[in-house]
């Protein structure tokens, strides 16, 4: 299975940002589906989840209401739209693969097995 993360790039401070991620390889397309960012020199962190069935969401705190997090099955690919970009967005962001994820877990980076290379998004003036 192969993730292919694309769309990042510069963007100024309250701009906006759609990143992709295409799902490849596999002949069953059903897994539940994560954004996580590392900013430089910084721990990887949660950014947001989707399940592939219900496509139940789930967000990080610090993009709560500002990034939306989407999947279109039939294209096997995930969205994760971002506004109002702030310079603490600033990351690389790197999409993540189950085929099943424990809800309770979800925002864990050990829960996915499958993971793409990332994009950077840069925020700046």
């Known amino acids: 299975v192969q993730l292919q993360a694309s769309g990042g790039g510069p963007v100024q401070p309250g701009g906006s940002l759609t990143l992709s991620c295409a799902v490849s390889?596999?002949?069953?397309?059903?897994?539940?589906m994560a954004w996580f960012r590392q900013p430089a020199g910084m721990e990887r962190e949660f950014v947001a989840h989707i399940k592939w069935a219900s496509r139940n969401t789930a967000y990080a705190d610090s993009v709560k209401g500002r990034f939306t997090i989407s999947r279109d099955n039939a294209k096997n690919t995930m969205y994760l739209q971002m506004n109002g970009l702030r310079s603490e967005d600033t990351a690389v962001y790197h999409c993540a693969a189950d085929p099943y994820v424990i809800t309770s877990q979800r925002r864990s980076a050990s829960s996915y097995v499958y993971w793409g290379q990332g994009t950077l998004v840069t925020v700046s003036s």
């Open positions: 390889g596999s002949a069953d397309s059903r897994k539940d």
